[in-house]
């Protein structure tokens, strides 16, 4: 019997947008996972957040909903305090017990990996798929020892930094983040100045 394939997409999404909805689509229909996971960090280590974690957490639920081969989680935020990547896949493989859980990651944050929080335990222990970012050359990955898979996915230029700015300035979102999440930002009063 084989074993459900996890991929774990972890992040602030703040907001949730339709870069990460087709990053995560794309890793599902790439055959490396049977199952995506996303996780809204509580605490990112690296960067700070402008919505709380419920509502990102809400976003992202928003933003996948109807959506097939998507679960949302939100061990990082019942867990509390910082969120660090060795955490919440130690969480998701007390969750998914017979699986083979993979995180995903863009190639720019997997040049960092030895930098992470307990790197040498992540490298020992977990299999990344790696995807491009838009618009951004191919870093070279000098992570020796690590479980690579990369995954070319078609650009999708969009940035939580970018729609924050947009709606602060009163644009609309169309095209950018799915409806459901635009229309919870809108009633939210989310990222106004």
Not at 45 to 56: D, E, H, I, L, P
Not at 101 to 126: K, N, Y
């Amino acid at each position: 019997m084989s074993r459900t394939r996890v991929g774990v997409l972890g992040g602030t999404f703040d907001p949730f947008h339709n870069g990460h909805l087709e990053t995560a689509r794309a890793v599902r229909d790439s055959g490396l996972v049977d199952r995506i996971v996303i996780v809204p960090a509580h605490d990112p280590w690296q960067k700070s957040c402008v919505a709380t974690a419920n509502q990102r957490l809400e976003m992202v639920r928003r933003g996948v909903a109807g959506h097939e081969g998507f679960d949302v989680s939100d061990i990082d935020i019942v867990r509390g305090g910082p969120t660090y990547t060795v955490d919440t896949l130690a969480d998701i493989a007390a969750l998914y017990p017979n699986a083979a859980v993979s995180f995903i990651v863009g190639s720019d944050a997997a040049v960092g990996l030895p930098s992470w929080h307990r790197a040498d335990e992540l490298r020992a222990s977990t299999a990344f798929i790696v995807v491009t970012r838009p618009g951004a050359l191919q870093p070279q990955l000098d992570v020796e020892g690590y479980d690579l898979n990369l995954l070319e996915i078609p650009p999708v230029d969009v940035s939580s930094s970018a729609i924050r700015e947009r709606v602060s300035k009163g644009l609309a979102l169309t095209g950018l983040v799915p409806s459901a999440v635009a229309e919870y930002i809108m009633a939210q009063a989310l990222y106004r100045e």
